[in-house]
T-cell receptor, first 111, second 114 residues
Framework: QQQVKQSPQSLIVQKGGISIINCAYE??????FPWYQQFPGKGPALLIA?????SEKKEGRFTISFNKSAKQFSLHIMDSQPGDSATYFC??????????FGKGTRLSVIA | ETGVTQTPRHLVMGMTNKKSLKCEQH?????MYWYKQSAKKPLELMFV???????ENNSVPSRFSPECPNSSHLFLHLHTLQPEDSALYLC?????????????FGSGTQLSVL
């Protein structure tokens, strides 16, 4: 399996702060870089994804930053809210290969 | 609601039991997947079906037996499991197998093997 390293394992952020989660990969053939969000008792759900032709994508409070040369991409959550408390997974992928997930980051946003 | 329904939500079974997990998707997708989620491991891909044909078996022990009678239904038959098989089993679907595709997950079956 392609190696995917996600960090940190857990993260505690104050309400209103910025949460940053990183994902490093090895396979240069990856061409799709999604983040999934999982709440307790639920399956993961796609949150936001980026293609390698852009370096950044923003959707509301969520931003993906992509660094092709460093083979890394990150998720930034601005103005973090308690409702953002969940586990986040990166899952870089290339065509014709099923998604391989990172180990996950457990985010806790405290008031 | 993601359009992917898994039953049962919880299952407790002995090591000698035989049970089945069921997954149904109402999204018109052609690919279905089984993933295993353990407490301290990443999501592990187990099986992939594309147009009812198994296209990937990720070195899963034979005590797990998948079945895909049509593109909307997926089963995971379990027999003589081990305690270390206790985990959350997630079903997912996508328009076709392989990426880049958005996966739609069910809520999973929490399995405990005694």
């Amino acid at each position: 399996q392609q190696q995917v390293k996600q960090s940190p394992q857990s993260l505690i952020v104050q309400k209103g702060g910025i949460s940053i989660i990183n994902c490093a990969y090895e396979n240069t053939a990856f061409d799709y870089f999604p983040w999934y969000q999982q709440f307790p008792g639920k399956g993961p759900a796609l949150l936001i994804a980026i293609r390698p032709d852009v370096s950044e994508k923003k959707e509301g409070r969520f931003t993906i930053s992509f660094n092709k040369s460093a083979k890394q991409f990150s998720l930034h959550i601005m103005d973090s809210q308690p409702g953002d408390s969940a586990t986040y997974f990166c899952a870089p992928n290339s065509g014709n290969t099923p998604l391989v997930f990172g180990k996950g980051t457990r985010l806790s946003v405290i008031a | 609601e993601t359009g992917v329904t898994q039953t049962p939500r919880h299952l407790v079974m002995g090591m000698t039991n035989k049970k089945s997990l069921k997954c149904e998707q109402h999204l018109g997708h052609n690919a279905m997947y089984w993933y295993k989620q353990s407490a301290k491991k990443p999501l592990e891909l187990m099986f992939v079906y594309n147009f009812k044909e198994q296209t990937e078996n990720n070195s899963v022990p034979s005590r797990f037996s998948p079945e895909c009678p049509n593109s909307s239904h997926l089963f995971l038959h379990l027999h003589t499991l081990q305690p270390e098989d206790s985990a959350l089993y997630l079903c997912a679907s996508s328009p076709r197998s392989g990426g880049p595709e958005k996966l739609f997950f069910g809520s999973g079956t929490q399995l405990s093997v005694l």
